[in-house]
């Protein structure tokens, strides 16, 4: 069932589960598998060389129940409830005492899937990391159940100081481990080893087994990641700074000098939802516009500008195709009503497909002007931007300019610096190119997170502590290659450098036509 997540184990990967823990009985006397399904585990646990004392399972599908309790064998007993329902350290019917491993797979779906499931099986409402209203809204309290699994098990079993060892997607276990840091949870130790999740449950996710053992001590700061899970020597650590999590610890040691604030804000680029109707090409050399339901779009041309999208940034030769997206606001939340007699032409040609604006589900959206956008400010105007894509695992950095002096906008898929110069624009862009600032990336970006370039992650990019340790003959010269690109004149650069990375003075009013 796709609301329980339910994907059982096979017992190929149980028994290499059980192999990279070794002798359970030697170790453990009690055996816990919070959402066991069919029994696999518990099976596997019991016919290993050292079986553990006593096994509980807990399986919230009655039927699922029935055939564990089997599995158990008189070893134990498999309660019928949801994980979530029960007081772990007050609700468990142990007959034994003894170290205690908790072991399984729980459900790999997240609470917002369930929530268009309309499911019952999630845990008890509530912003489970505390983010604030418009991190909650625009997605960043979405939460994997098997992450909520993790935080109540730590939660109320850490005083049992048990061995917990999980299958989960390797981005909960990179934010359960970062959640149990942020509230000092006693962990004294913690590994991850991947899994071929595509080969097991035909999930198109990273997935891993991660160990935790809960107890007194100082963990190690490096946290091993095992290419598989019966490798012997970690291929990389993840670590944690008071800024965020490292992907590759040792990498990030040469260049943590980098990692601190951009002096320019990044931003991300327009997002409207409503592709088929906001998004138009041309062939080349034309300048007849087509939405993607192949329509010719007669509106005002003011209101289309030339679009890029994070494919067109990955392309080595930086080209783009013949894009455009049509900007209803110059800002956000203003009033588009106005469209209705400023451009007619755009207001009809909308209203002809307000049925698809109806059905865009974020409630970003909600109480908006209608044909409202999102991400839309003075910056989205500036006629020189820095760009990135946030889609793409080995991101390209490069400078825009503008296309038929129009500026061009980016979509919600890719994040830029805006400039008001040339100059300035080539200069970040060559900064971002040098050694340092690429490791950073590299050491802070986990290429299984569906958005490996976020936001949050190109603050970091520290530009100026980059410009005081680059060499500045090369620098320039690659930024003067930027600056021909751009249409600027090269070799004329002021000394110092730093004020052409100010964040602009006035960059509520860009000095750009619409």
């Known amino acids: 069932m796709r609301d329980l997540g339910d994907f059982q184990t096979p017992p190929a990967l149980v028994a290499a589960v059980l192999d990279q823990l070794g002798l359970i009985g030697t170790r453990w006397t009690r055996v816990l598998e919070p959402t066991c399904g069919r029994g696999h585990f518990l099976s596997g646990v019991l016919a290993g060389p050292s079986p553990p004392r006593q096994v509980l399972g807990i399986e919230i599908q009655e039927g699922h129940a029935d055939v564990a309790r089997v599995a158990a064998r008189g070893h134990g007993d498999v309660l019928c409830a949801s994980l979530f329902d029960l007081d772990l350290t007050r609700d468990l019917p142990w007959d034994t005492e003894g170290p205690l491993l908790v072991l399984g797979n729980p459900p790999w779906i997240t609470s917002a899937e369930l929530g268009l499931l309309e499911s019952g099986n ?22 994997d159940i098997a992450e909520a699994v993790w935080l109540k098990l730590i939660a109320e079993l850490a005083d049992q100081r048990p061995t917990i060892a999980l299958l989960c997607k390797t981005t909960v276990a990179r934010a359960v481990l970062a959640h149990a840091r942020e509230q000092q949870w006693p962990i004294a130790e913690a590994s991850i080893h991947r899994i071929d999740a595509t080969k097991w449950f035909r999930a198109a996710v990273d997935g891993c087994l991660l160990r935790v053992r809960l107890g007194p001590g100082t963990p190690d700061p490096a946290i091993p990641i095992f290419s598989t899970l019966g490798a012997t020597a970690p291929e990389c650590s993840l670590g944690f700074t008071d800024r965020g999590p490292v992907a590759d610890s040792e990498r990030y040691g040469t260049c943590a000098f980098a990692d601190g604030l951009s002096p320019v804000t990044w931003r991300q680029g327009v997002k409207h939802d409503a592709a088929d109707v906001m998004e138009l090409t041309r062939e080349r050399d034309s300048d007849a516009w087509r939405n993607r339901l192949g329509e010719a779009i007669d509106v005002e041309p003011e209101y289309v500008y030339p679009l890029l999208k994070g494919g067109d940034l990955a392309r080595i030769d930086g080209s783009a195709l013949q894009r455009a997206v049509i900007v209803t606001q110059r800002s956000l939340g203003e009033n588009t009503r106005l469209l209705a007699i400023e451009a007619p032409r755009l207001w009809a040609y909308l209203t002809s497909h307000a049925a698809r604006f109806d059905r865009r589900k974020s409630s970003i959206y909600r109480d908006r002007p209608p044909f409202s ?87 970091r990019i520290d530009l100026l502590a980059v410009l005081d340790r680059a060499e500045r003959h090369t620098l320039l010269g690659r930024a003067d290659e930027e600056l021909s690109r751009l249409g600027g004149r090269p070799g004329e650069w002021p000394d110092p450098l730093e004020p052409l990375l100010a964040e602009p003075e006035d960059r509520h009013s860009p000095e750009f036509p619409r």
């Open 122 to 143: 999630v845990p008890h409402k509530r912003n489970v990391k505390g983010m604030k209203g418009l991190e909650a809204r625009t997605g960043a309290s979405n939460f």
């Open 373 to 459: 956008l999102f991400g839309i400010g003075p910056y989205s105007f500036a006629p020189y931007k820095v760009t990135v894509s946030g889609l793409h695992k080995s991101p390209r950095f490069r400078a825009y300019g503008p296309e038929r002096e129009r500026p061009r906008l980016c979509d919600d898929t890719c994040y830029f610096l805006p400039f008001a110069s040339a100059q300035r624009a080539a200069l970040a862009a060559a900064l971002l190119d040098e050694p340092s600032a690429r490791d950073l990336v590299h050491a802070l970006l986990f290429r299984d997170a569906k958005r490996p370039v976020t936001k949050k992650l190109l603050q």
